[in-house]
C-alpha cells in the first residue's frame, strides 16, 4: 500500500520542473512570433510620428510645396480643404487613422494618390536592393571565411581594413567613383538609368510587365534586352552591396574564429581534420547566424542608401522619387512615403527573426 501511495502516477505531468513548460513542443516558438509581431506596431507607430512632427518643423506642406505658386486666397482655401488651419494635434490624430487604414494621402506636387507613387517606383528599389544583397552576400561571406582562415596574417589585416573602407565610404562618393573609373575611364558599363531608352520602350510594351527590368527582360528571351539591363544594374548595384558586404566580412571573420576555438573543432582538429575543412564545413553554418540575425537591419541600410544610390545613378526608383519630392519640399509626399518604408522594415525585420529562430532555437528565449 505504501509503494503504491509513493509512486507517482504514470499520467500526472512533472510539476517539479520549473522549466518544463518552456520546454514544450512549439510552446517558446509560439511567444516569440506573437511578441515580434506585436512589435512591428510600436516601431511603425514610432517612426510614423517623428516624421510627422519633424515635417510640421518646418511648416505646413501645402505651404511649402505650392505656397509660392498661390494667392493668398488660393493658399488659405488649399489649407483648409487639406485640414491644415486645424489644431496640430487633430492632424496628427487624422493622419493616423489613415494610415490604419492603408491611406497614405496625395502629392501636393503632381496630385498623385502615395500609394500608386509607391506601386509604380517600388519596383525598381527592391529589384536594386536584391542586387545589392545578394553582391554583399557573394563578397562579404567568403572573404570573412578567408580572413578567418587566415587570420592574423596579412591578408587578414588587408580585408578587415577594406572592410571599414567600404562601410565607412559615403555611398554617393563610391557610386561617383565606380562611375568615374568604369564608365568614363574604361567605358564599361553605362553611366545611369535602369536600361537604355530603346530598350526601356521595349520592356514597358510587353504584356502585363511587373516593373522588375530583369523579370520583364526574361520574359521577352531577347539575350540582347537582359544583357543592356544587366549592365545598367552592375554599378548601382555594386554601389549599395559594398556597404553591407563589408559588415558581413566582419560579422562572418568574428564567428567563424570564435567557432574555431569551440571545443568540438577541437575534437576534430585532433583527429586530423584540416583547417580549410573545419572553417568550411564545421564553422561557416554557426557563423551564418549573425548574419540572418542583423539582415532585417541591413534591408533598412540598404534602402536608406538607395536614395542616394538611385539620384547617383539616375535609377528611377522610389528612392530618387523621395529625393525629387524632397527638392519640391513635397512634404506630404516624403512622410507618405517614409510610412510606407517603416512598414516595409518593420516587417522585414519580422521575417528575419522568424528565420533566425527556425535556423537557431536558442534565439527564441
Do not use: C
Amino acid at each position: 500500500m505504501t509503494s503504491l501511495i509513493e509512486a507517482p502516477l504514470a499520467s500526472e505531468p512533472p510539476t517539479s520542473d520549473p522549466t518544463a513548460r518552456r520546454r514544450r513542443p512549439g510552446g517558446g516558438f509560439g511567444r516569440y512570433l506573437v511578441v515580434r509581431a506585436l512589435l512591428i506596431i510600436p516601431t511603425v507607430f514610432i517612426l510614423v510620428t517623428l516624421v510627422f512632427f519633424l515635417m510640421r518643423v518646418v511648416g505646413n506642406p501645402i505651404t511649402a510645396s505650392v505656397g509660392g505658386r498661390l494667392t493668398e486666397a488660393q493658399l488659405q482655401e488649399r489649407l483648409a480643404a487639406a485640414g491644415y488651419d486645424r489644431p496640430i494635434i487633430v492632424q496628427y490624430l487624422e493622419y493616423l487613422g489613415q494610415i490604419v487604414r492603408l491611406d497614405f494621402g496625395t502629392t501636393a506636387t503632381d496630385n498623385r494618390q502615395i500609394s500608386e507613387v509607391i506601386v509604380t517606383y517600388g519596383t525598381a528599389t527592391v529589384e536594386l536592393v536584391f542586387y545589392a544583397l545578394i553582391i554583399a552576400l557573394v563578397i562579404g561571406i567568403p572573404l570573412g571565411m578567408l580572413a578567418a582562415y587566415l587570420r592574423d596574417r596579412w591578408p587578414d589585416a588587408v580585408l578587415r581594413i577594406l572592410a571599414i573602407l567600404a562601410y565607412a565610404t559615403p555611398v554617393f562618393f563610391a557610386g561617383l567613383l565606380l562611375k568615374l573609373t568604369f564608365s568614363v575611364w574604361l567605358g564599361w558599363f553605362p553611366l545611369g538609368g535602369r536600361a537604355s531608352t530603346r530598350v526601356g520602350i521595349a520592356l514597358g510594351r510587353i504584356e502585363d510587365p511587373t516593373g522588375i527590368y530583369l523579370v520583364d527582360a526574361l520574359r521577352t528571351g531577347n539575350s540582347t534586352i537582359i544583357v543592356d539591363v544587366l549592365s545598367h544594374a552592375v554599378l548601382p548595384a555594386l554601389t549599395l552591396g559594398l556597404l553591407t558586404a563589408g559588415i558581413f566580412l566582419r560579422l562572418v571573420r568574428t564567428n567563424v574564429i570564435g567557432t574555431l576555438g569551440s571545443e568540438y573543432i577541437d575534437s576534430a582538429r585532433s583527429r586530423g581534420v584540416s583547417e580549410l575543412r573545419l572553417v568550411r564545413k564545421h564553422a561557416l553554418k554557426p557563423a551564418l547566424i549573425p548574419i540572418i540575425t542583423v539582415m532585417g537591419l541591413q534591408i533598412a541600410m540598404l534602402l536608406g542608401g538607395s536614395v542616394l544610390t538611385e539620384t547617383t545613378f539616375g535609377w528611377r526608383g522610389l528612392g530618387f522619387q523621395l529625393q525629387q519630392y524632397l527638392s519640391a519640399r513635397d512634404f506630404i509626399a516624403v512622410q507618405g512615403i517614409v510610412a510606407v518604408l517603416a512598414v516595409i522594415v518593420a516587417v522585414t525585420n519580422f521575417l528575419v527573426d522568424v528565420i533566425a529562430a527556425l535556423i537557431d532555437p536558442r534565439v527564441r528565449y
